[in-house]
């Protein structure tokens, strides 16, 4: 016997993990405007990415509640109930793609922020948007032609399905595009990671930060591993997969919008410091100066002051370092 769950209790989960999906999305976005940034493209895809999960929870809740599985469609009243259900089954799915590849697009944004202004990063970020796009259009293809899609599904069509990609090949087709999605995501900045004028320890925290999603991968391996027809395994992944894709395409932005830590005050400036110049005074007689000694006081003092401004400029730029310093060794 099958691992299996009841619709009821299969429901509460899917709306616990999807709260929890949409705290980490919303946090994301109440930073944004706690920290007083305006939205970027990235917030805007998380925006989508919430209403994606919203659809995707509700339709499946909906689904889950018709219990076409036990329906019996002999009467006219019962094949419209099953077309709906089979419908709002086929929409869900569609959602759910927009939503795992709309995280993908968050990551990749959030790259392009950081390393977009590089040669090499450039060429490999517009690589990597060709193939998140050829990977988003065959997803939605190869739903769109298996055996239970809207295309020839036999209680949409009413005929047998022919010709059209069977539950074990939709199911591969799937699991090699979210993998190699998510491994292209977390291999990109890595090389760049490592390269960041940062401590180690940083370092590794940041390249934890991206490596989230082999997490994402290996839940959607287990897929092809584990089974391929077993519904209640299939729908607990699923929930894993939502959550963790939440997670790792807004942590990394949750740590750069995170609260720093107060700084110890900069030095005083010492243009800004100098007392003002005492007016002369009438019974004090001015030094008499040669040429050669006005000479050698102004070059001295002029290589003083340009020394003094750059020692003090470069300290006041180093109070607001930004989350990656550019600074890499190319």
Known sequence: MGFTISPDLLIVLEFVFAAMA???MGARLW????????????????????????????????????????????TPHDMAIARRAT???????????????????????????????????RVWIRLAWAYIALTFVFAIVAWSVSCRGPAYNIVLTGRPPAHCLNDAGSLYTYVAL??????????????WLIQVHRPWSTRLLLVGL??????????????????????GINSLISLFELL????????????????????????????????????????TQARVLSDTQIIADSGDTDTE?????????VSSQASTEPLFRRELYL
């Open 178 to 191: 979210n993998t190699s999605t998510d491994l292209l995501l977390i291999l990109l900045p890595i090389p």
């Open 22 to 24: 949409w705290t980490v």
């Open 210 to 231: 991206f490596s989230i999603g082999l997490l994402i991968a290996a839940a959607s391996l287990s897929r092809a591993f584990l089974t391929t027809t077993n519904n």
């Open 305 to 313: 002051t340009q020394s003094d401004r750059r020692n003090t400029r």
């Open 244 to 283: 963790l894709a939440a997670l790792a395409a807004n942590l990394p932005t949750l740590y750069s919008l995170r609260r720093r830590k107060p700084q110890a005050p900069s030095p005083p400036d010492p243009e800004c410091s100098m007392p003002p110049p005492h007016p002369p005074q009438p019974w």
């Open 87 to 121: 419908r709002i089954y086929a929409t869900q799915l569609y959602a759910y793609i927009i939503y795992l590849w709309g995280q993908k697009l968050v990551v990749l944004l959030f790259i392009q922020r950081v390393w977009g202004g590089l040669p090499w990063p």
């Open 31 to 74: 930073l944004r405007k706690r920290r007083r940034q305006p939205f970027g493209l990235s917030d805007y895809v998380t925006m989508i990415c919430m209403v994606s999960l919203l659809v995707t929870v509700s339709l499946i809740a909906a689904y889950e509640k018709s219990n076409i599985n036990s329906l019996l469609p002999t």
